[in-house]
């Protein structure tokens, strides 16, 4: 027995070294398991199909909801940078409209600047997108601009009359938003 098991043995520890083969283990080391995959990664053909394309497909139905779950003003820098990789291949409305959720959130006056920004970003790829235009109205009425937020806000309810947050927007225009 060498000297550092000796050692780790006679303390009655566990030996962290991962390179040697227990005689009952049933699993590869780490070394031998990341040997075996480069070597089988060696054999195929380099410049595969990736199915991100079908990935992308499949995730489509879910990908609204797994963005705003991250959305989360405690993370800004982690969920920022999230949403910049998966907008590698450009920016797309529900993208911007999650990063314009993260900084309307955070709330500071230049965020707020920000996130309208990344919401008109969003409304310039589909102007259809309820849902930005209801976090531009937000954003603007934080920001000082009451009349430009109530438009957006508006126009969302036009989009989206029976939203379940449509009182509560209704309630933010004592003129009357949309009725």
């Known amino acids: 027995m060498s000297s550092c098991r000796a050692f780790v ?4 520890q566990r030996s962290h070294r991962y390179d040697g083969v227990h005689l009952l283990a049933t699993h590869p080391t780490d070394l031998q398991g990341m040997t075996a995959l480069r070597a089988a990664a060696a054999t195929l053909p380099s410049g595969g199909a990736t199915e991100a394309a079908a990935f992308a497909a499949a995730l489509r139905l879910w990908r609204a909801a797994f963005l705003a779950d991250q959305v989360k003003p405690d993370d800004i820098g982690g969920t920022d940078y ?18 314009a959720e993260l900084y309307r959130q955070r709330g500071n006056p230049r965020d707020l600047v920000a996130a309208a920004d990344f919401y008109r970003q969003a409304l310039a790829l589909d102007q259809r997108y309820a849902e ?4 531009l109205g937000m954003a603007l009425l934080r920001g000082a601009e ?15 009359p029976a939203a379940s947050d449509a009182a509560m927007v209704r309630a933010l225009d004592p003129r009357g938003v949309a009725r």
Do not use: I, P, T, V
Request: hydrophobic share 40%.
């Open 9 to 12: 043995a006679g303390r009655k």
């Open 82 to 99: 999230l949403l910049s990789q998966l907008a590698q291949d450009g920016w797309s409305e529900d993208l911007l409209f999650a990063r």
């Open 132 to 135: 930005c235009h209801r976090g």
């Open 146 to 160: 009451a009349e430009a937020g109530r438009a957006e806000l508006r126009r969302y309810l036009e989009l989206a």
